[in-house]
T-cell receptor, first 116, second 108 residues
């Protein structure tokens, strides 16, 4: 089946710095990618929809200037957490839509961000 | 998107059949019902999807009554490795909104 990778799998950064997380579709082209955040014991929360070649669409309550999303190619979307704070520590997961029928959405393995 | 309601948690024993029911009263004509499985610190994994009646694959079955206001995921002969969170989702176009999920705990 289709594979979505994320890099890094884990990252620890100091408060005030920025962190970039990459999401790649390895064997298919993804016109749309999604970014989620998940806190411990909680469900996934959709943050934004990333469209190749255009601006991302953010969900209500998600700061677009803090969570910068770039979908520069059909296989890569990046999420940059700017000026990270400890409350941004979370599990970030991306998914990619391969097009076609509605179930063709594949999730990455997630990135554990810890801000100290 | 239609809201889904499913049990917060369930326990079962190895070798048993487990049925998890989800309600989605406001499902629309174009919506599909999809189930995902998630292990701790991993991304969700697609299990099965259906529109109506019954769908079966190598890991599960999905039962959807005619009114489509609910669905039941059936896991045959579960093992300890099936301990995970199971999410029932209503998918419209390509946008997925996750509900709280069901935390399934398989006991030896």
């Amino acid at each position: 089946g289709a594979v979505v990778s994320q890099h890094p799998s884990r990252v620890i950064c100091k408060s005030g710095t920025s962190v970039k997380i990459e999401c790649r579709s390895l064997d298919f082209q993804a016109t749309t990618m999604f970014w989620y955040r998940q806190f411990p014991k909680k469900s996934l929360m959709l943050m934004a929809t990333s469209n190749e070649g255009s601006k991302a669409t953010y969900e209500q309550g998600v700061e677009k200037d803090k969570f910068l999303i770039n979908h520069a190619s059909l296989t890569l979307s990046t999420l940059t957490v700017t000026s990270a704070h400890p409350e941004d520590s979370s599990f970030y997961i991306c998914s990619a839509n391969g097009g076609g029928s509605s179930y063709e959405q594949y999730f990455g393995p997630g990135t554990r961000l810890t801000v100290t | 998107l239609a809201k889904t309601t499913q049990p917060i948690s369930m326990d079962s024993y190895e070798g048993q059949e487990v049925n998890i029911t989800c309600s989605h009263n406001n499902i629309a004509t174009n919506d599909y019902i999809t189930w995902y499985q998630q292990f701790p610190s991993q991304g969700p994994r697609f299990i099965i999807q259906g529109y109506k009646t019954k769908v079966t694959n190598e890991v599960a079955s999905l039962f959807i009554p005619a009114d489509r206001k609910s669905s039941t995921l059936s896991l045959p002969r579960v093992s300890l490795s099936d301990t995970a969170v199971y999410y029932c989702l209503v998918v419209r176009d390509d946008k997925i909104i996750f509900g709280k999920g069901t935390r399934l705990h398989i006991l030896p």
